[in-house]
């Protein structure tokens, strides 16, 4: 159940090893930390901030497949400048060119990597769990009974938040 009730949460190791990477910082230690990391699921933005991130990963970890969040530009922008300051993201602010710069760099490094991926659009994939459903079908991960997930999927859904998400979008 704890896994469930940490759904949607970036992991603090994750974070911290990502923060280094694009940083340049510990360079020798990258491959042995990427492998510490057993989490089945990983969930950081920061795999979106261009490729170095996305690249030294899939040095290590070539079993990877994405699920790429994907929403408005506006709320992108929006959300970036909340973003915890401990984060040091110097693309924090509302200049939509880092996004698209950054993004557009990640994109292609997952095509030329050749890296499975899926997208869902956020939020509407949360009140949708067919999509999901389909979208883990598609990357091999559909090895669960489909009903008993529908049902974990109802129990970490904060559907309150997606229908004002919504609303805002």
Not at 113 to 142: D, K, M, W
Not at 144 to 155: A, I, S
Not at 157 to 165: A, L, P, S, T
Request: charged share 35%; hydrophobic share 35%.
């Amino acid at each position: 159940m704890q896994e469930l009730e940490r759904a949607g949460m970036e992991n603090s190791l994750v974070w911290q090893l990502n923060k280094d990477i694009r940083g340049e910082k510990k360079i020798g230690t990258w491959k042995s930390r990427i492998r510490e990391i057993t989490f089945p699921v990983i969930k950081d933005v920061r795999f979106t901030w261009g490729s170095i991130i996305l690249r030294t990963w899939w040095e290590v970890r070539q079993d990877m497949k994405l699920m790429i969040l994907t929403r408005h530009i506006k709320d992108i922008i929006q959300s970036r400048k909340y973003a915890k300051p401990n984060w040091d993201d110097e693309r924090r602010g509302d200049n939509i060119e880092f996004f698209r710069s950054d993004f557009r760099e990640f994109m292609y490094a997952v095509g030329e990597l050749g890296i499975p991926y899926e997208t869902l659009r956020f939020p509407n994939f949360l009140c949708n769990y067919e999509t999901v459903y389909c979208a883990l079908r598609n990357l091999g991960y559909a090895d669960f009974d489909k009903e008993k997930g529908q049902e974990y999927w109802g129990k970490i859904v904060r559907f309150d938040r997606v229908e004002r998400w919504k609303r805002e979008s």
